[in-house]
Every structure is written in C-alpha cells, then in structure tokens.
C-alpha cells in the first residue's frame, strides 16, 4: 500500500525537522476539511510540544512552577502554529519569538507582587541585562549614570527602576526572623500611634459641643480656635469681659463633667437660679400707634418662653402693629430665632404688622440669616 504524504508520517518517523513539518502543514490547510485541518493541526502540535517544553526550561528558577511555564510555552505554540505564514521565513524561528513572547508576558503580567507600570517593568529588565553586561566589561558594579549612558535613558527613570525591582518579588510580613520562627518580620515595623486614644475623645467633644447653646459654642471657636482674647470676644458680643469668662468656665466645667460621666449633666441657664428674676426681662407697652415688645438680656433657649408669652400677649392685644425692640439683646440662639419666627406666622395670620428694631450688629446678622431680614426692615 502506497503511504500518504501527511504531516503525521513525518511525527511518526520523525524524519522531518520542525520547519518542514510546519511548511507542510500550511500546504495542506488551504485543501484540507475542517475535520481533516483539526486532525493535521492537532499532530502538529503533538509534534512540537517537546520543542515547547526546552524553551520553557529555559525560564525555570525564576519563582513560577515549571508546569505553569510549560503550559504557556504550549499557548505561544498554538499562536505560532496558527499564525505560521510559509513566505515569512522558517518556522522555527517564528515559533521561538512567539513562545518567548508569551513567557516573558507571563513573567510581566502574572508574576510581580506589586503593580507596577509595564514601562517600568521593561525598563528593570533592561536595567538588569545591563548591569550584567557592564559588571563584566568593566570587573565591577556599574554606577547609575554608566547604566543610564548604557540604556540612553536618564538617572532618575534608572533609580525607578532599580527601586520597581523589589516589587517583582516583595518580602513577606510573616517571614520569621528567627531561628524559633516566633518573631515576624511584620513584628519590626510600624508602631502603635499614640493619637488614637484620643479620637474617640475629639469625637465625643464635637458631640457634646453641638449640645450647648449657640452662644458657648461660638465663645469656645472664638476662645480656642481663633485665639482671641477674652476682651475681643466681649467686645464682639457687647457683654464685659468678667461675663466672658464666667461663661466659658462655665461651659469649659459643663463639658469636663460630660466627658467623665456616662450621662450628660444638667445645663444651668444662664445665672442659674437669679436669671430667672434679671438673666431677661420682656416687658410689653402699649404707645400711641404701636404696642412695643421692650426685651432686655439674651435671648436663649432658657429665656425664649418668656419672650413667647410676650410677643403672643402683644399680637393678641387687638390690630395695629408691633414693634419689638431688641436694642438691650446682645446676643439670640436658635431658640431665640424661633420664637421670632413663630411670631411673625402668628402676626401674618392675625394681619398684624411686626418689626424688630434696634438690633444690634451680631443679632441683626443672626436674624438676617435666619430669613428674619425682612422684619428688620419693616421698623
């Protein structure tokens, strides 16, 4: 029986060399079936596999397994096999570039421990082949500038480089440094950060400064973070400065007290007990062509009842309009701001006209920013 001339004799014979394998294959794909061109690819590459296998061993000792090296040397063979062109020259040649190709991707895209820009991992290869070839030729190491002259590229994308290198393959925190193999080397670095313990600490201070009246809170900012002085914060506010400082003693003692219990103290109102009698005064008066709503002191939310029940008795009192003077109000908090307000809804449904005048600078910017700017003009 006359034998075919098939790629399959020349694997079973193993007369042919890889290049001739190859260019017979590539005759016969342009007749062959499909079933007839998977049968002849599939021998093919049967045939070469042993040829894939030496350049993968070339690779070894390098960190990677040589089973995974040999199975990407297989992956660049298939790619070889199926981009062989005859008329671009021996097979061999071409299957050399592509396997090669595949490993040394393996190597760049699988196998550093960091990520590190492709640009740079082809530089430390480059920088590693020179230093070999510089280190014979000049019977020592080579300098960074003597590298860069050799590469034509500058000392600093050298020094990247030399310094990418050690995330190819980083140090391990687990790695004991001892013989007994208690101590790792993650135990050496770091240390325990003394500021820490006082997060929680700043945390539960921003808490509690929210829980105090809008006055404290701005005094402490003035106090502590714009290091003013207590006679400017007393001249800001039109208070004297011995109220200044029995207010932020009183908050300073209110805040050390809340952050060494486990439930918040009472906050006192201003003066306590006697601010009931004189912390502020409403005093309502009926003249000629308004009734004036007289208010002497600060207004907070320990002293925003009484100015309540003031403005609520004066919008009650019949049509006309109401004036509220503030001229003796150094200082208002939200809760002051709300009581107003509910004022000027109250009066709006009773067609009552109310004003607030003589504001002083501060608690006029308060209540403009609060939308009460309207009120202030009306005066």
């Avoid at 280190?135 to 500038?145: D, E, F, G, Q």
């Amino acid at each position: 029986m006359t034998s075919r001339n098939t790629v399959g004799e020349a694997a079973d014979n193993t007369l042919e060399d890889l290049d001739a394998a190859a260019t017979r294959f590539a005759e016969r794909r342009e007749t062959a079936s499909a079933a007839e061109l998977d049968a002849l690819r599939e021998t093919l590459i049967r045939y070469c596999l042993p040829f894939a296998g030496r350049l993968a061993r070339r690779y070894r000792g390098r960190g990677e397994y040589l089973e995974d090296l040999e199975q990407v040397a297989r992956l660049g063979l298939v790619k070889a096999i199926d981009r062989y062109d005859p008329e671009r020259g021996s097979f061999t040649a071409y299957a050399v570039i592509t396997i090669s190709g595949e490993l040394k991707r393996h190597f760049r895209d699988r196998t550093w421990g960091v990520h590190v820009p492709r640009r740079v991992q082809d530089l430390s290869l480059e920088v590693g082949h020179a230093s070999t070839v510089l280190t014979s030729a000049l019977a020592r190491t080579p300098t960074v500038p003597e590298l860069a002259a050799h590469l034509r590229v500058s000392e600093a994308a050298v020094l990247e480089a030399v310094e990418s290198a050690a995330g190819y393959s980083p140090a391990s925190l687990n790695a004991p440094v001892t013989g007994d193999g208690l101590a790792e080397f993650g135990d050496l670095l770091g240390d325990v950060d003394g500021d820490l313990e006082s997060v929680t600490d700043k945390l539960t201070v921003t808490d509690l400064l929210m829980r105090l009246p809008a006055r404290e809170r701005r005094m402490l900012a003035m106090r502590f973070y714009g290091n003013r002085t207590q006679a400017e914060i007393a001249a800001e506010l039109g208070i004297s400065q011995m109220h200044v400082s029995r207010l932020l003693s009183r908050a300073l003692a209110w805040l050390r007290e809340a952050m060494l219990s486990d439930t918040l103290p009472r906050w006192e109102g201003a003066d306590s007990r006697a601010s009931q009698h004189h912390g502020m005064q409403v005093l309502v008066e009926d003249e000629d062509a308004a009734i004036v709503v007289r208010v002497r002191g600060e207004v907070d939310r320990d002293t925003a009842d009484r100015l309540r029940i003031g403005l609520r008795h004066a919008i009650e009192s019949g049509p006309g309009a109401v004036v509220v003077d503030f001229s003796g109000v150094p200082l208002v908090d939200a809760g002051g701001v709300a009581v107003l307000v509910e004022a000027v809804r109250a009066a709006g449904e009773a067609r009552v006209d109310l004003c607030v005048s003589g504001a002083q600078p501060y608690v006029a910017r308060v209540l403009a920013v609060s939308g009460l700017e309207a009120v202030l003009r009306r005066c």
